[in-house]
């Protein structure tokens, strides 16, 4: 690699020569320094200017500067060779202090005088500070110049990585959901990947082209490859932090990113990954989005987590709420090949398919043959991580380490970094591990190169090299296999209660094994784990430092020669290994001694082995599958196979209950309840050996029940074990159903067990082992099931038990097996079912939500169903079909809508109600299925077509309304034209609310169609929304004038909403030409209360104590009744008044400037605040303060101090300022926090205390007492 800085040797010698002037004009006058005070001020300035000197050639020595750097270089050289003639001068002026005389005694005498005098003159001293001030002035420049940088990039790096939490870690999404949702936290990955990156890292491919391809591109995709430890995951976080600066904080531009994590089973796998994408994205929106709303709404019912497909619809529906969005996804080769990968490349797969929305998605991996496939990358989509500029990265890497972490070797940090760089071939991982055994050398330049020399030329031997140094193996060995196999990051105390189980013919735990500190932990493998803290719990936690170190100790390369065989992790055997240490703990005696929280305190590892042995032993098992019930043909090791069989007898030790080990389990965990074991009965072993499925401990604890009820009773004739309702999935054979234990459930059905029994529905199973089998999507158990003889249409009937049930406990059950798999979108189950048979069917004799499959299903599970309905089948109701029809032309499936058709048309079958299926086609503008309804009544014969006709006639207006509303003209004039043909005549209300939908949609060419035919723009009354309101809301100019052309009133008032007048309603939209268009035509801005209060000016002797009536009476839209209401105070009718207002249940309305206030419009507030005169100052009071709470609910800081600017015209009482500033503080609580999320409203609450002189205290008023102050 070339110096950076051989162009500028210029530079590096003024540098140099400057040290050894100032060196030698310091030395000269410091020997002076007692025989002259005078100087002491001259060796300040001098040691100044030599420090400068020496910080710059150390920053310049040290410092690589980048292509991207050279205008900085040039600065700083430029500022530097400035220099140059005073550092000549000073170079001058101390060859005049070393000049030595050649002439005669005398001469000589004179001479040295002169010269010894010299240096203290006086324009000396002046003339050598200036020089030394000018060189500080430019030196300290040059060095700024480059700190500044340095500081730049350490301040951009901070400010990205907090801009980065901050959008991602808002809160607009309740904690109900976020609890519900379980989604793991990327944003801890990052922060840790920011954490280690230096400065300017990655710099040379996010200021590449084929980056800026994947930012500017339409549906684009990256894919970063690399060996372990060549810093793709640092690099992905540079990524994430330009993808922001892109953003530029545009809020339809969403960016969201998964790190996948070899060490936690929670961030493994696509369920894992769409849950956090979908999180960050909706914490990216103002709202919740609906689809992850209805997922957690429809799911969290039957306490159900969301499955895959579930997830995968609802991040395509949140996408689409955004114009672009950035996925970032790191380490994708981080997810398990064996359990989970393959379905993260079919979900990525898929996402990229995704053209329409134009997905940007980077990834990064190894080169692996499955990713590559799996996935279909071209190569221009492909980036090799082999780039010079990681050459750049490294040697910053390298240099800023040695800088701060190996002063020790300073002089040759040049040789170091130099050898470090050309070594590490592109892999950081590599250079890490080599810092360590350079720290321990000695400091000899002969010692230096030795080391140098004999470093390990790649990853695998450096590996193999710190094992051999390991100290203690056996520790070492149990420690990495522990690690490795975890199913999550061990905290320190869990690490060390775990290794002091000592692992041998009989395991047992060793308290001499305990080891006393993390550090002892470090201790045992150096270089190979590290401690971190946990960002939610704060504890320290302990891991493998570096992927590749798992990738090394599993990989086949150990087992060379060259390798270090007797350090080799086999998954399966890992996994029996902690699956054994588990119990190992679990059958301590002691364990039983204490409660929960003491034996955790106490154990440590305990609860870790509660909850995740039955995981590591189905691992085990789960990759050879000769350990599941017959260890003995394992072709493991012997050493091995005897572990396998030494845990299946731990395993019916526990499950037999010795020394109380069942309930040391079940009170750390309860497998079943996925929580701590609550009370002291616990479902029998039997059930839980179902549940973990384990056939040989079902077999053995079968027998043991035979046994004990033969001695007990032999003519007993009670039910079997297996159908004895225990736990939360009921019987042992439905716990085995629900997890999909093929064998166990095979087991109990050679025993006698009836594949069609009825059982109790509960959130885990539903009636029938096939409802089961279905609702949990386990196909082996459904094929199994079916082949022994379950009804594939059997409907779920209330057992006894249920009968004495509540009733609305079973809203949310299912009637049959095919409806359990379609509301849970479980497709291969579907595809199965219908295969053998199974037919959608209302089942309205249940008491149930979900009453067919269709009603249930949701995405592909919908289209599965549409494919396979058969209208013509003669068991097929009315009702299911308008259910099918409905939901095919929803969908707009022209194909299925016409084939239900035909098939119903040609069967002679009578006619269907086709109303909600013609609002849908008309909403969704399908104009084929429109006339295929319409014209389905002239296909039929006789009183089937009299029928039909009849039944269209009731649904033409709606479907009117949905067509004009949705802008669908074809469909309009296709509706117009039927009703016209078949003398279907149109009532004046249908015309009216097909004229409000399309003028509130904006649809001028339809408005103007439906105003041609006679549709009325005005309502008969005010319960009406009138088409001129509804486009004033926020519709166009144009429109307006249409409406108003034809003859729509411009005072046309709304009861239903808080903007009552046309006026009102359209200041709230901010359509300030609306707003000017209706004034000029003569439209009032004066609500209800303004007429009301117009009248109470001119009544007088109005009792004092009533006013509390105003509120009420000043909300009646008319006059004259205001009118009358008063004449009711006045004659002291009070009684019959609060009557009348109590039946009327009336509600207050916003003026013109208050609905402008409210929407935040300041040139519409701007302009009704000019009409607010000094002259009518007791009737505008009420409005002004009405517009002040108005704009402080609405969170418009601007409009609030527009308003009490314009305060000196109209002064506002103090109790107008505090009512405003308590609705801010009532607005801001954290109740309400999740309407208003991205305001602030503490500005709001600062502007009107200031106006207060702060004298209003949060707790002063009560809300009630505060508006119980309004005088009117």
Same mark, same amino acid.
């Given at each position: 690699m070339a110096d950076p800085l051989s162009t500028a040797g210029s530079v590096v010698g003024i540098i140099s020569l400057g040290i050894q002037v100032v060196q030698s004009i310091y030395q000269y006058y410091s020997a002076a320094k007692d025989q002259h005070s005078d100087i002491a001020r001259t060796l300040r300035k001098l040691e100044d200017l030599q420090s400068l000197f020496e910080r710059l050639n150390t920053h310049l020595s040290d410092r690589k500067f980048r292509s991207s750097e050279a205008a900085l270089l040039q600065n700083i050289e430029s500022t530097i060779q400035h220099c140059e003639e005073s550092i000549d001068e000073l170079e001058q002026e101390a060859r005049k202090f070393e000049k030595k005389p050649t002439d005669g005694a005398r001469a000589a005498i004179k001479g040295v005088v002169r010269r010894l005098a010299y240096p203290f003159r006086e324009s000396t001293l002046l003339k050598l500070h200036e020089d030394i001030d000018y060189l500080i002035s430019q030196l300290s420049l040059a060095l700024s110049l480059l700190q500044q940088q340095t500081i730049d990039l350490v301040q951009d790096e901070i400010e990205n990585t907090n801009a980065i939490l901050n959008l991602i870690r808002t809160s607009?999404?309740?904690?109900?959901?976020?609890?519900?949702?379980?989604?793991?936290?990327?944003?801890?990955?990052?922060?840790?990947?920011?954490?280690?990156?230096?400065?300017?890292?990655?710099?040379?491919?996010?200021?590449?082209?084929?980056?800026?391809?994947?930012?500017?591109?339409?549906?684009?995709?990256?894919?970063?490859?690399?060996?372990?430890?060549?810093?793709?995951?640092?690099?992905?976080? &540079?990524?994430?932090?330009?993808?922001?600066?892109?953003?530029?904080?545009?809020?339809?531009?969403?960016?969201c990113f998964f790190f996948f994590s070899f060490n936690d089973e929670s961030k493994q796998n696509a369920s894992a990954m769409l849950r956090a994408l979908i999180l960050q994205l909706s914490d990216q929106l103002d709202y919740v989005p609906s689809a992850l709303q209805r997922i957690h709404d429809l799911r969290k019912k039957h306490n159900i987590p969301p499955s895959t497909a579930d997830l995968l619809q609802c991040f395509r529906q949140v996408l689409q709420l955004f114009q672009n969005f950035y996925v970032v996804l790191d380490a994708l080769d981080e997810s398990p090949r064996e359990t989970s990968r393959f379905g993260l490349l079919e979900t990525l797969k898929e996402i990229r398919d995704w053209s329409e929305l134009g997905v940007h998605l980077l990834v990064t991996s190894r080169d692996e043959v499955d990713i590559r496939e799996g996935i279909d990358i071209k190569d221009q989509a492909t980036i090799l991580m082999k780039h010079q500029g990681i050459d750049d990265d490294i040697a910053s890497y390298v240099s800023q380490f040695l800088r701060q972490r190996l002063k020790r070797l300073n002089e040759h940090h040049s040789l170091i970094?130099?050898?470090?760089?050309?070594?590490?071939?592109?892999?950081?991982?590599?250079?890490?591990?080599?810092?360590?055994?350079?720290?321990? @050398?000695?400091?000899?330049?002969?010692?230096?190169?030795?080391?140098?020399?004999?470093?390990?030329? &790649?990853?695998?031997?450096?590996?193999?090299?710190?094992?051999?140094?390991?100290?203690?193996?056996?520790?070492?060995?149990?420690?990495?296999?522990?690690?490795? @196999?975890?199913?999550?990051?061990? &905290?320190?105390?869990?690490?060390?209660?775990?290794?002091?189980?000592?692992?041998?013919?009989?395991?047992?735990?060793?308290?001499?094994?305990?080891?006393?500190?993390?550090?002892?932990?470090?201790?045992?493998c150096p270089g190979f784990t590290e401690v971190a803290i946990e960002p939610y719990t704060r504890l320290a936690v302990i891991r493998i430092a570096h992927f590749s170190v798992q990738e090394y100790l599993e990989s086949d390369r150990i087992l060379l020669p060259q390798g270090y065989a007797s350090f080799s992790i086999h998954e399966r055997c890992g996994n029996l290994l902690m699956a054994s240490m588990c119990l190992t703990l679990l059958l301590e005696s002691e364990l039983q001694m204490f409660g929960r929280v003491e034996t955790v305190e106490k154990y440590p590892f305990a609860e870790y082995a509660a909850k995740e042995w039955v995981n590591h032993w189905r691992k085990g098992i789960g990759i050879c599958a000769a350990l599941y019930d017959n260890h003995s043909h394992c072709n493991l090791e012997v050493s091995h196979d005897s572990l396998a069989l030494r845990l299946q007898d731990q395993m019916l030790l526990l499950f037999r209950d010795k020394k109380g080990a069942m309930k040391n389990w079940y009170k750390l965990w309860d497998l079943d309840s996925h929580g701590a074991g609550e009370g002291d009965e616990m479902p029998p072993p039997l059930y839980y050996a179902s549940l973990v499925g384990a056939l040989f401990l079902v077999e053995n604890l079968l027998e043991?029940?035979?046994?004990?009820?033969?001695?007990?009773?032999?003519?007993?004739?009670?039910?079997?074990?297996?159908?004895?309702?225990?736990?939360?999935?009921?019987?042992?054979?439905?716990?085995?159903?629900?997890?999909?234990?093929?064998?166990?459930?095979?087991?109990?059905?050679?025993?006698?067990?009836?594949?069609?029994?009825?059982? %109790?529905?509960?959130?885990?199973?539903?009636?029938?082992?096939?409802?089961?089998?279905?609702?949990?999507?386990? /196909?082996?158990?459904?094929?199994?099931?079916?082949?022994?003889?379950?009804?594939?249409?059997?409907?779920?009937?209330?057992?006894?038990?249920?009968?004495?049930?509540?009733?609305?406990?079973?809203?949310?059950?299912?009637?049959t097996a095919l409806v359990a798999a379609s509301y849970r979108n479980e497709n291969e189950a579907i595809r199965l079912l219908l295969k053998h048979g199974a037919v959608d069917d209302v089942h309205s004799g249940c008491s149930i939500l979900y009453r067919s499959a269709l009603m249930a299903a949701g995405g592909e599970a919908t289209s599965i169903l549409l494919k396979a309905f058969d209208?013509?089948? *003669?068991?097929?109701? $009315?009702?299911?079909? %308008?259910?099918?029809?409905?939901?095919? *032309?929803?969908?707009?499936?022209?194909?299925?809508?016409?084939?239900?058709?035909?098939?119903?048309?040609l069967c002679g079958r009578p006619g269907f109600s086709p109303g909600k299926s013609l609002k849908a086609a008309s909403a969704g503008g399908h104009h084929s299925i429109v006339q295929q309804l319409l014209c389905s009544g002239a296909e039929m014969a006789g009183s089937a077509r009299v029928r039909q006709i009849s039944l269209l006639r009731d649904t033409i207006g709606p479907a009117l309304q949905e067509a004009s509303g949705h802008g669908h003209l074809e469909?309009?004039?296709?509706?117009?034209?039927?009703?016209?043909?078949?003398?279907?005549?149109? @009532?004046?209300?249908?015309?009216?609310?097909?004229?409000?939908?399309?003028?509130?949609?904006?649809?001028?060419?339809?408005?103007?169609?439906?105003?041609?035919?006679?549709?009325?723009?005005?309502?008969?009354?005010? /319960?009406?929304?009138?088409?001129?309101?509804?486009?004033?809301?926020?519709?166009?100019?144009?429109?307006?004038?249409?409406?108003?052309?034809?003859?729509?009133?411009?005072?046309?008032?709304?009861?239903?909403?808080?903007?009552?007048?046309?006026?009102?309603?359209?200041?709230?939209?901010?359509?300030?030409?609306? *707003?000017?268009?209706?004034?000029?035509?003569?439209?009032?801005?004066?609500?209800?209360?303004?007429?009301?209060?117009?009248?109470?000016?001119?009544?007088?002797?109005?009792?004092?104590?009533?006013?509390?009536?105003?509120?009420q009476i000043v909300s009646n839209p008319h006059e004259f009744e205001a009118r009358n209401l008063l004449l009711l105070v006045k004659q002291g009718?009070?009684?019959?008044?609060?009557?009348?207002?109590?039946?009327?249940?009336?509600?207050?309305?916003?003026? $013109?400037?208050?609905?402008?206030?409210?929407?935040?419009?300041?040139?519409?507030?701007?302009?009704?605040?000019?009409?607010? &005169?000094?002259?009518?100052?007791?009737?505008?009071?009420?409005?002004?303060?009405?517009a002040l709470s108005a704009a402080v609910v609405g969170?418009?800081?601007?409009?609030?101090?527009?308003?009490?600017?314009f305060d000196s015209r109209i002064p506002l009482r103090e109790l107008d300022l505090r009512r405003a500033r308590y609705l801010a503080l009532l607005v801001g609580n954290p109740i309400f926090a999740y309407l208003w999320p991205e305001m602030d409203y503490h500005e709001i609450v600062q502007v009107l205390a200031e106006r207060l002189d702060g004298s209003f205290q949060d707790d002063d008023l009560e809300l009630s007492q505060l508006f119980a102050q309004d005088d009117g």
């Open positions: 607009q999404v309740s904690s109900e959901i976020r609890t519900w949702l379980n989604a793991p936290d990327a944003t801890f990955n990052f922060t840790e990947e920011c954490s280690k990156k230096h400065p300017g890292t990655g710099a040379w491919f996010v200021n590449g082209p084929e980056f800026t391809r994947w930012l500017e591109g339409s549906n684009s995709f990256l894919w970063l490859k690399g060996f372990a430890g060549c810093g793709k995951t640092v690099l992905s976080s &540079t990524v994430i932090q330009h993808t922001l600066r892109h953003r530029r904080s545009n809020p339809s531009i969403g960016l970094e130099k050898v470090l760089t050309e070594k590490a071939h592109g892999v950081f991982r590599w250079v890490e591990c080599q810092f360590k055994a350079l720290g321990t @050398c000695p400091r000899s330049k002969q010692a230096l190169d030795r080391r140098l020399q004999s470093l390990p030329p &790649t990853l695998d031997e450096t590996y193999k090299r710190m094992l051999e140094n390991v100290p203690d193996k056996d520790y070492a060995k149990q420690m990495l296999t522990i690690l490795c @196999c975890a199913s999550k990051p061990l &905290t320190v105390q869990e690490l060390i209660n775990a290794l002091a189980i000592e692992i041998g013919a009989t395991s047992f735990l060793n308290p001499d094994r305990q080891l006393p500190d993390a550090d002892s932990l470090l201790e045992i043991d029940l035979e046994r004990q009820r033969h001695l007990q009773d032999s003519t007993c004739t009670c039910s079997h074990p297996w159908e004895e309702r225990s736990g939360r999935c009921g019987e042992p054979i439905q716990a085995a159903i629900a997890l999909g234990h093929r064998n166990v459930v095979e087991f109990f059905l050679d025993k006698g067990a009836d594949p069609n029994i009825m059982v %109790e529905q509960t959130g885990t199973t539903y009636g029938t082992p096939l409802m089961t089998a279905s609702a949990h999507g386990q /196909t082996e158990v459904i094929k199994l099931l079916l082949e022994r003889g379950a009804e594939v249409n059997a409907v779920w009937c209330m057992t006894p038990l249920d009968r004495g049930r509540r009733h609305s406990d079973f809203t949310h059950g299912f009637p209208g013509a089948k *003669v068991t097929t109701s $009315p009702e299911m079909f %308008e259910l099918y029809m409905e939901t095919a *032309v929803k969908f707009g499936n022209i194909d299925a809508a016409q084939k239900y058709l035909d098939e119903w048309i469909v309009v004039e296709l509706l117009l034209e039927f009703g016209t043909d078949k003398g279907i005549p149109l @009532c004046g209300i249908d015309l009216r609310y097909a004229l409000q939908r399309a003028a509130a949609g904006g649809h001028e060419e339809i408005a103007r169609l439906l105003l041609d035919i006679g549709a009325d723009p005005n309502t008969l009354d005010g /319960t009406q929304m009138p088409a001129l309101y509804a486009v004033s809301l926020g519709g166009s100019k144009e429109i307006v004038q249409l409406l108003v052309d034809a003859g729509a009133d411009i005072h046309g008032r709304f009861r239903g909403c808080v903007f009552e007048s046309v006026l009102s309603a359209a200041c709230n939209g901010g359509n300030m030409g609306v *707003v000017e268009m209706l004034m000029a035509r003569g439209a009032s801005f004066l609500n209800r209360k303004a007429v009301a209060i117009k009248v109470r000016s001119g009544m007088e002797g109005f009792a004092d104590d009533r006013w509390d009536l105003w509120d009718d009070f009684q019959k008044l609060e009557i009348w207002l109590k039946k009327e249940n009336l509600d207050v309305s916003l003026d $013109p400037l208050s609905s402008a206030s409210i929407g935040g419009h300041m040139d519409i507030v701007q302009k009704f605040l000019g009409s607010l &005169t000094v002259g009518n100052v007791k009737n505008r009071v009420p409005r002004l303060r009405t969170k418009h800081i601007e409009v609030v101090k527009s308003i009490l600017g």
